[in-house]
């Protein structure tokens, strides 16, 4: 599908609300899916949601669950990642990433975007 951007990410207080929107250049296939993932520096790639492009089935990491919404944008190529109730701990660096499954090993994705920051002030 080309690569991925991701867009979105900002300086925000605990409490509120943000979207991130990872674009594909190209068509993303119905059987793949778009992983959202977040780092800090110094730690592991972490998985946070994903979304299998072709049912529209969704995946959330239970840390986020309830909070975090993550949709598709068929006729943009784009996934976004809506973020409700943030809190300082959800502070990282934020990446979309394609692969073959919605896993949450981000070993088993393929392509990655180069990252949007999201800053979570308490």
């Known amino acids: 599908q080309g690569p991925l951007v991701e867009s979105g990410g900002g300086s925000v207080q605990a409490g509120d609300s943000l979207t991130l929107s990872c674009t594909a250049a190209g068509r993303i296939y119905s059987s793949h899916a778009i992983g959202w993932f977040r780092q800090n520096p110094g730690t592991q790639r972490v998985f946070v949601a994903a979304?299998?492009?072709?049912?529209?089935?969704?995946y959330y990491a239970d840390s986020v669950k309830g909070r975090f919404t993550i949709s598709k944008d068929s006729a943009k190529n784009a996934v976004h990642l809506r973020m409700n109730n943030l809190k300082p701990e959800d502070a990282a660096t934020y990446y979309c990433?394609?692969?073959?499954?919605?896993?949450?090993?981000?070993?088993?994705?393929?392509?990655w975007g180069q990252g949007t920051q999201v800053t979570v002030s308490s």
């Open positions: 990433a394609s692969g073959s499954s919605p896993d949450t090993d981000p070993r088993e994705y393929r392509s």
């Open positions: 979304v299998r492009w072709g049912r529209g089935s969704t």
